[in-house]
């Protein structure tokens, strides 16, 4: 049987298609891929090498000591001290948990700490920067540093490690104005003011520090090594050196400075003082009592400590009254209470006003301080003896005439009630009462009121708050002499009498003069901000300064008893401000020396002192002399010279 050779089948066109479609497809694929290697390998071979050779290499932070803060003729106010700490290496750390245990418990032992804040302190640190030292305690004893040195191989894993801390040379003194240094935290990162900081960098958290950070941070050094596959570390490299930041030149004079606080903590212990140049906004000291030693900052405080500092019975040293107090002013807000009345038109420096020792309005009755009657006056004189009743009748005027916020106005112009700008943070602008202010209090008074029911004890101890009544024209009445509800600081008021003083100009304070390097050379001026402007009348300027003359010259002055003798004249306002609820008077002076073309004007309050004239005045007088060189032994208790 024969069989027929059986045909094949022929290749179809559409399989032929398929076929070189695919072959097509694949030899594609197959170019790309080659194409792609030969980028890699050849065209782009040098840059991953270098590439892979960087990923061996990392860097430890090396931080950058601050720069030095120094007042106004060089001396130094805040410097660097190397200190030791005492941290974890992550390269030396023991390998296994219970070995590390073991080691966080002798180290919380031999420094005082809890084994688990130890470990929370090394192992959030190593989470975050992995190759660099953890801090675990820093500024330690020199004892405790001999001590792990001799037992080295006990504290396996931990190192000792020089650190720079800031040191205040000077204690209490200006302790306010520096501020704290500490580690950045998430939200400052965010910050532009904060670029180029890092984790786990020290930055300025407060007062100057902060203000100037950028210049006085420095910049981090590096110190380069080399690690395997597994990110263990093989080799150490070379090094970059941190840059120290910039000095920092401020407008304070030290001795000034220390008199101030001296002059402050010899009263009650509690107030502030403000002392700055009338023709440019300088800054020769501002403080506040009772002060803290800033040191105590450059190592961890405790939350007893820290509750010290803020609490009401030790007088919260942190509290900064110069830039945040907000006080009645009493007598010393006259020059603003004039210079209002006159640029209203409701007075003239001449005009004479009948003093009788009181004013009737209504029901109430406002009097002289101590029961005084100094008949017929012109606001010169009005100064110069501080008649109450005189301005009284200035303020009900003022609040009758046009819109009724001529007085509210020129307090804000003349920068009472406001925040100056100086170059510290945090500082609160005080408050001038306004009617809107009152009514507006007393709605919620009343609504409180009608919800909880109170008693009428209650309702006198403030449960409610104190708008009791709306707005009338006492109010104006009692803030034409610095009592009410104004609130303001020595700061504000230096600004205003420094208006005065120099033409209508409405300086904004400074502290910071220059940025220099490291010997004292200049970088970069920190230039004056520039100045608001006031159009007020020269012949109302000189009646106002006159008078202010008059009362620490003249017999009868409120300070000439004060003044007497004092070899640089001085014109100045005592101030005597009612706090009620059994609180002793708030004490006042501002002397603006010397007269009559002045330089610096001096602000001083006292928050229990009495009569300005018994406790600021003679503070302010301290003062004067160590800014214009006035030997002690040419002053006598009484004021005059000495024989």
């Known amino acids: 049987m024969y069989l027929d050779n059986e045909r094949r089948p022929t290749l179809t066109p559409q399989l032929a298609f398929r076929v070189a479609v695919l072959g097509g497809i694949a030899l594609l694929f197959f170019a790309i891929i080659f194409f792609r290697l030969w980028y890699l390998q050849v065209l782009s071979g040098d840059t991953y090498r270098a590439e892979a050779r960087d990923n061996r290499v990392r860097e430890i932070k090396i931080q950058a000591p601050r720069g030095e803060i120094v007042d106004r003729d060089g001396r130094t106010l805040v410097e660097n001290r190397t200190g030791y700490a005492i941290v974890a290496r992550p390269d030396k750390l023991p390998r296994s948990g219970a070995a590390r245990d073991e080691l966080y418990a002798r180290l919380a032992k031999v420094l005082d700490m809890r084994r688990r804040v130890v470990r929370k302190r090394v192992e959030s640190q190593l989470k975050a920067l992995p190759f660099s030292s953890a801090i675990i305690k820093q500024d330690v004893s020199e004892a405790i540093v001999a001590y792990m040195l001799e037992r080295q191989d006990q504290y396996l894993g931990a190192d000792v490690e020089r650190v720079f801390l800031r040191r205040y040379p000077h204690g ?3 302790a306010h104005l520096f501020g704290t240094v500490g580690e ?11 670029s180029g900081v890092d984790l786990g960098d020290r930055i300025g958290q407060s007062g100057i520090e902060a203000q100037y950070d950028r210049f006085l941070r420095g910049r981090n050094g590096a110190a380069k090594v080399e690690v395997d596959a597994l990110g263990n570390l093989t080799q150490r490299l070379d090094a970059d050196e941190p840059v120290q930041g910039r000095q920092l030149r401020l407008s304070i004079d030290l001795d000034v400075q220390r008199v101030g606080q001296e002059a402050m903590a010899a009263g009650t212990g509690r107030g502030a003082f403000a002392v700055m140049n ?17 040191n105590i900052f450059t190592k961890p405080v405790s939350e007893r400590t820290l509750k010290r500092l803020q609490a009401e019975e030790f007088g919260k040293p942190l509290y ?3 830039i945040q107090g907000g006080y009645p002013t009493g007598s010393t807000f006259k020059l603003v209470t004039a210079t209002a009345a006159l640029e209203a038109g409701v007075l003239t420096p001449d005009e004479i006003v009948n003093d009788p020792g009181s004013l009737v309005v209504g029901t109430q009755e406002f009097k002289n301080a101590g029961g005084a009657v100094h008949g017929a006056l012109a606001l010169r004189q009005a100064l110069t003896v501080s008649s109450d009743v005189f301005f009284y009748k200035l303020g009900m005027e003022l609040d009758s005439h046009g819109d009724g916020h001529a007085l509210q106005r020129w307090a804000r112009r003349l920068g009472v009630g406001r925040m100056t700008g100086i170059d510290l943070p945090n500082e609160l602008p005080g408050r001038i009462p306004t009617p809107e202010w009152r009514n507006r209090g007393n709605r919620q008074f009343n609504r409180c009121v009608e919800r909880k029911k109170p008693t009428d004890a209650e309702i006198a101890q403030g449960v409610c708050g104190f708008f009791d009544r709306p707005w009338s024209v006492g109010d104006n009445i009692n803030m034409a002499v610095g009592q009410g509800d104004i609130a303001a600081n020595p700061l504000q008021m230096a600004v205003a009498y420094a208006a005065i003083a120099n033409g209508g100009r409405v300086l904004r304070p400074r502290l910071g003069l220059r940025i220099e390097d490291s010997v004292g050379r200049a970088l970069q001026q920190l230039d004056a901000p520039t100045a608001r402007r006031l159009k007020i009348a020269s012949e109302y300027r000189e009646a106002i300064l006159e008078g202010l003359y008059g009362a620490a010259n003249e017999p009868g002055g409120t300070s000439q008893p004060v003044f007497e003798g004092f070899p640089i004249p001085v014109a100045g306002k005592t101030g005597t401000a009612e706090k009620g609820f059994g609180r002793a008077d708030q004490s006042w002076y501002v002397a603006l020396a010397p007269y009559p073309d002045p330089k610096y004007v001096v602000a001083v309050t006292d928050e229990a002192g009495g009569f300005g004239a018994d406790t600021a005045a003679p503070m302010a007088r301290l003062i004067l002399a160590e800014i214009f060189g006035v030997n002690e032994q040419q002053l006598v208790e009484g004021g005059g010279p000495s024989d």
């Open 172 to 174: 209490e003194v200006g």
């Open 320 to 322: 900064n009254r110069a």
């Open 278 to 294: 009338v023709r440019n906004g300088e800054m020769l000291a501002l403080g506040s009592e009772p002060s803290f030693d800033p």
């Open 184 to 194: 950045v935290n998430a939200d400052q990162l965010e910050d532009a003011r904060h």
